[in-house]
């Protein structure tokens, strides 16, 4: 591999809070043996290292979670125009229906000129009453095989340099 070759290495880029979103990210990034950052920790040289990305948060207030939003505003400048045409997926960890938390993320990824290469997985877990909300999130098993199916679906595409 040259030096100015990227690895073609998946990077899951998550932030949990009930736990839901955490249990999402791991079984994506078992699944497709990638790197598992929590947003806060994400810097961007992790996001210029990575030829993909799956992007794992939960819906909070019917928007992107704020430590997810916070990572995307500090990295957002530093990586303009550098990360350009990339791969990404999305899950979102829902109490209602995810769909502004992902519109949000869309958004966001649009000036990084990334490209979606999956349908969104929403996992509803319909919480509406505050201790509904604060619980912790048992994620069915159903979903946590979607998410295992993305991660090594997707690393398998990098790995073949289709994505």
Known sequence: MTDGERSPELLV??????GAS???AKAAAEAGK?????????EPDDLFDAA??????????ASLSGEMK??????????????EGRPYASIIAAGSDGENAQRQL??????????????????NFSAQLPEEIL??????????????EL???????LRLGIM
Not at 13 to 18: A, D, E, M, P, Y
Not at 34 to 42: E, I, K, M, Y
Request: proline share 5%.
């Open 22 to 24: 955490e249990a999402m």
């Open 135 to 148: 619980a912790r999130k048992q994620v069915p098993q159903a979903d946590v095989k979607r998410c295992q």
């Open 34 to 42: 990638a790197s598992l950052v929590r947003a806060a920790d994400v």
């Open 106 to 123: 869309d958004r966001i990824v649009t000036g990084w000129r990334l490209k979606r290469i999956a349908d969104p997985i929403i996992v």
């Open 52 to 61: 993909g990305y799956i992007f794992v948060a939960p819906e909070n207030l």
């Open 13 to 18: 880029v998550w932030h949990s809070r009930t």
């Open 70 to 83: 916070e990572m995307f505003d500090r990295t957002y400048y530093p990586m303009l125009g550098r990360i």
């Open 151 to 157: 991660g090594a679906g997707f690393a398998e595409g």
